[in-house]
T-cell receptor, first 109, second 116 residues
């Protein structure tokens, strides 16, 4: 079957750095995406990795290793507004996104 | 950037009534739109994929006669929950891709349906 694994909850301190991991097992691989969702809101796109390596967008970075079927989202200089759920998603051979269960990021002052 | 507008944001209805949710791509043509539902503290569950001008493809376990999807134009898709029941209460979210199969989705703001 197809599955994505990511931690259910991560806690960090304001100003710190946090890494959210995602491992996947899918039929075909067409990139790893990350989305942010605040409580009561819809997901918003954060980043996309099609090739191995690190993609940086401001305070957020995303990494992919296709040989390890693994990626992570790195959030730096955490702010309280970063408290949200973060979902990884993989494009499969049917050109659909397979979603992880989401990681709730709790940020403490 | 790409913007998807979803309406209504929330709706409360009586059991047995039908509810229509609209999803519009405002500044791009969406060849493919996706409809998701999300229960509290859970991940997104894909309900169906709709391509402009053709019938929607429903995920296993999703009743196509209950969740009617129409994608009549490149900028509009609608989801109609027919004869809604309390168990249909959920957060419904549409998303659009400007390129078929693209991994980058733009989501609407979501519609919270409460069926009494």
């Amino acid at each position: 079957g197809q599955s994505l694994e990511q931690p259910s909850e991560v806690t960090a301190v304001e100003g710190a750095i946090v890494q959210i991991n995602c491992t996947y097992q899918t039929s075909g691989f067409y990139g790893l995406s990350w989305y942010q969702q605040h409580d009561g809101g819809a997901p918003t796109f954060l980043s996309y990795n099609a090739l191995d390596g690190l993609e940086e967008t401001g305070r957020f970075s995303s990494f992919l290793s296709r040989s390890d079927s693994y990626g992570y989202l790195l959030l730096q200089e955490l702010q309280m507004k970063d408290s949200a759920s973060y979902f990884c998603a993989v494009g499969d051979s049917n050109y659909q996104l397979i979603w992880g269960a989401g990681t709730k990021l709790i940020i403490k002052p | 950037g790409a913007v998807v507008s979803q309406h209504p944001s929330w709706v409360i209805c009586k059991s047995g009534t039908s509810v229509k949710i609209e999803c519009r791509s405002l500044d791009f043509q969406a060849t493919t739109m996706f409809w998701y539902r999300q229960f509290p503290k859970q991940s997104l569950m894909l309900m169906a994929t709709s391509n402009e001008g053709s019938k929607a493809t429903y995920e296993q376990g999703v009743e196509k006669d209950k969740f009617l999807i129409n994608h009549a134009s490149l900028t509009l898709s609608t989801l109609t929950v027919t004869s809604a029941h309390p168990e249909d209460s959920s957060f419904y979210i549409c998303s659009a891709s400007s390129l078929s199969g693209a991994n980058v989705l733009t989501f609407g703001a979501g519609s919270r349906l409460t069926v009494l």
